[in-house]
């Protein structure tokens, strides 16, 4: 082999580094059970101040405050703070009412000047709960998440250990009525934050605190400043990096239940990932003394550092892949199909171990959404690991059956779909582009069963891959609320 | 016979080697899954409740079908918009043992809220939460066994 192509197998190896990433964070979510935290058995319930940022909330601000009085708190430790960002709605006089309802603990903060930001809206909250001393933790929320009952308490267990400055809850898809889109981010947050967390809880470094649900010890935000970070787009993951370089533990709790409701579409998907993969470009490189440095704790290991980077340069790893399979195609065809078959099968491998896993750690989601779960890495994706996996299938079968029909498969025919197939990890972001495009168009309806066609995982790249451009040509940084409808809810529903 | 019907033929003792190993596979997931599914009910049926007036244990994934009205939206368990048909194999998901569920939450009287829970029914949650810990570890280490072995049988099948 010539050294062209050892460098294009190198790349297709490579190109496989996500697989065993999401294969090593299912192993270590398993393991969870011998290295989790323990909470303490006792409940413990110190003092909270609730933040709730809100601007223009007046659909979901009145729910919102209810499940926060109905949550299984005292109500002596327990404040609610609704930061009203120069709201023009109802919200205000929606918080106001609250506030006489339940008198001395829900108060209304108004910004008159708003419009900044959602960092800027919770750094005003804060400076008056620190101005009042009140607080021994401080809870941030979005306004249109419900925390089951029990989640606070079950957070606040972890307080019992001194080296626990903050701890995150598990966020799950609550939109009732659900769509396509909403079951296919209710399986990704099995993945992302059921598995993936407590993965993250294995390593003793947590990534992010989930914004809708972050419970910061009063020590440790005055440790970090007091204030969160508004410089970037991931403020909340700076908040997490910052107090564990503090020295402090965060902490996910798997048992505390957040609903949200997500983006019903493409398009609103499309708009809240680009920031979130904006904001971890930001995080990387203003972080970038920390990799791979023991010194720097836990966040600092080598496997933290591994799981980050095969998410972070996923894209540009799958373009590697099909540049390398397309090399080696074109240099020596046999070590081509040997690479191809290398890379497919750690597919096959890790999307059975993921997906059965994910049924295995959420199984009420997984009776909601095991159709996404199964489709998402997309119908193409899947077929290409049915041929990885049992070549004949394609060769003797389907191709009987296509030459049945008269169609020549030999030739011409059979070069253009495996350079197809060989192109696929690459070609489906452009089809996830697509996808977008058409969901923004008068064939809209065309766009779900795309979607199951072409995978959300090529989707969620494809998003990542825009939101790199962005940050590359130095887009401007806008926060751009996510659309919601107050229609959220609980429990085992479709 | 043609030189296609004997490769065929010669294959199919490769196939009964894989075909059986993937029933193996199944009936000792299936035989381990009923194992810890009784397990865990014997764990619960052991443990005595707290009785009332404490509230019930609130561990949401649970079965219940309820759900919070909003903006004038009851929504239920029957409600699906763009449902797919259901699928038989589903099941399969639905053998898996059962977090061990008690009563969801959600369904209470939200003015019922504001008040500590009993040390007793905190205990209990938390020996809930560690079974289900356990649980994961124990269906991860299955399912790794059952893909190791359906690999091992597609290249004893396939070559």
Avoid at chain 1, 11 to 38: D, E, T
Wanted: charged fraction near 20%; charge should be neutral; proline fraction near 6%.
């Amino acid at each position: 082999m010539t050294a062209l192509a050892w460098i294009c197998v190198a790349l297709v190896l490579i190109g496989a580094l996500p697989q065993v990433s999401g294969f090593y964070q299912f192993l270590l979510a398993g393991w969870h059970r011998f290295r989790r935290l323990q909470p303490s058995e006792q409940p413990l319930y110190p003092r909270i101040a609730l933040i709730v940022p809100a601007w223009n909330e007046a659909m979901v601000v009145s729910r919102t405050i209810d499940q926060l009085m109905a949550l299984e708190y005292p109500r002596d430790a327990l404040r609610v703070y609704v930061v009203d960002d120069a709201s023009t709605d109802e919200t205000p006089e929606r918080v106001q009412a609250k506030a006489v309802e339940y008198p001395g603990q829900v108060f209304h903060l108004r910004r008159e000047k708003g419009g900044e930001g959602k960092a800027h809206t919770i750094n005003h909250g804060l400076r008056i709960i620190r101005s009042e001393g009140w607080y021994e933790a401080v809870m941030i929320i979005d306004a249109d998440v419900i925390l089951t009952p029990p989640s606070l308490r079950r957070m606040t267990r972890y307080f019992g250990d001194p080296d626990v400055g903050a701890i995150t809850a598990y966020i799950k898809e609550g939109s009732r009525p659900g769509n396509f889109m909403n079951r296919f981010v209710a399986f990704e947050y099995v993945t992302a934050q059921a598995a993936a967390r407590r993965a993250q809880n294995v390593l003793g470094a947590q990534a992010c605190l989930a914004g809708g649900a972050q419970l910061i010890r009063r020590e440790s935000l005055e440790a970090i400043g007091g204030e969160i970070d508004t410089s970037t787009l991931a403020e909340d993951t700076v908040t997490t990096f910052n107090i564990q370089l503090d020295g402090k533990r965060v902490v996910f709790d798997p048992h505390a239940t957040v609903w949200a409701e997500e983006p019903r579409d493409v398009g609103g998907l499309w708009k809240q990932r680009v920031r979130w993969s904006r904001g971890n470009v930001q995080v990387t490189f203003r972080f970038k003394d920390i990799w791979l440095r023991r010194d720097k704790g836990p966040l600092g290991g080598v496997s933290f550092a591994f799981i980050w980077f095969t998410i972070f340069l996923m894209p540009v790893l799958m373009v590697g892949a099909t540049i390398g399979l397309l090399g080696l195609f074109f240099l020596d065809r046999d070590v081509a199909a040997v690479a191809f078959r290398v890379l497919w099968y750690l597919t096959l491998t890790t999307y059975l171990f993921v997906t059965l896993s994910s049924f295995s750690v959420d199984p009420d989601t997984a009776r909601r959404a095991w159709r996404e779960g199964i489709m998402f890495p997309g119908g193409i994706s899947l077929l290409i690991i049915l041929y990885a996996a049992y070549p004949p299938l394609f060769t003797d079968v389907v191709a009987g059956w296509l030459g049945d029909a008269g169609v020549q498969t030999a030739g011409t025919f059979s070069t253009v779909l495996l350079l197809f197939v060989y192109s696929w990890p690459s070609l489906c972001m452009v089809a996830a582009w697509l996808v977008k495009r058409v969901d923004a168009s008068p064939l809209q309806p065309l766009a779900a069963p795309l979607l199951y066609v072409v995978g959300y995982g090529p989707l969620l790249c494809a998003i990542t891959t825009h939101g790199y451009l962005k940050e590359l040509r130095g887009a401007e940084m806008v926060w751009e609320k996510t659309e919601k409808t107050g229609h959220i809810g609980t429990g085992e529903l479709r | 016979m043609s030189a296609a019907d004997e490769v065929r033929v010669r294959r199919w003792p490769r196939f009964a080697v894989g075909a059986g190993a993937v029933a193996v596979t199944g009936v000792a997931i299936g035989a381990a899954v009923a194992r810890v599914r009784r397990a865990a009910a014997a764990e619960r049926a052991a443990v005595e409740r707290p009785a009332a007036p404490a509230p019930p244990t609130a561990l949401e994934l649970s079965s219940s079908p309820t759900s919070v009205p909003l903006s004038g939206t009851q929504v239920g368990l029957d409600e699906r918009v763009d449902a797919f048909p259901a699928f038989p194999a589903f099941a399969a998901f639905a053998a898996l043992p059962d977090w061990p569920v008690v009563q969801a939450p959600d369904d209470r009287d939200t003015r019922g809220g504001g008040l500590p829970v009993p040390a007793e029914q905190a205990a209990l949650e938390l020996r809930d939460e560690e079974r289900f810990e356990n649980a994961v570890f124990v269906r991860s280490v299955l399912i790794l066994v059952g893909i190791a072995l359906l690999l091992t049988a597609r290249t004893i099948w396939v070559g």
